[in-house]
Nanobody
């Protein structure tokens, strides 16, 4: 059984930065495809960024150039560096891992609030 635990959320002013972490317990992280999603109040969950086991990276257009995803397989952790934050980035951020030995897992989420 794998657990994904996000951390690093908080309250920040517009233009500020936060770094989110997603720590995976159990085995299989190095082969997993890791994603970040977010869900704002009253809106559907939306995909933000992804990194493959081989390091291929993709971003949603709304965060491209401001957010950076990376992974540290030695620490079983995926990261999301968020710079130049905007009020519209306010959401609960979730990590989502697939290909954990054929299974997929969601984290519990971490709140990010950007004040104007």
């Amino acid at each position: 059984q794998v657990q994904l635990v996000e951390s690093g959320g908080g309250l920040v002013q517009a233009g500020g930065s936060l770094r989110l972490s997603c720590a995976a317990s159990g085995s299989g992280f190095s082969s997993a495809f890791m994603n970040w999603y977010r869900q704002a109040p009253g809106k559907e969950r939306e995909w933000v960024a992804a990194i493959s086991s081989g390091g291929t990276i993709n971003y949603a257009n709304s965060v491209k150039g401001r957010f950076t995803i990376w992974r540290d397989n030695a620490k079983n952790t995926a990261y999301l560096q968020m710079n130049s934050l905007k009020p519209e980035d306010t959401a609960v951020y979730y990590c989502y891992g697939t290909n954990f030995g054929g299974s997929r897992y969601w984290g519990q989420g971490t709140q990010v609030t950007v004040s104007s």
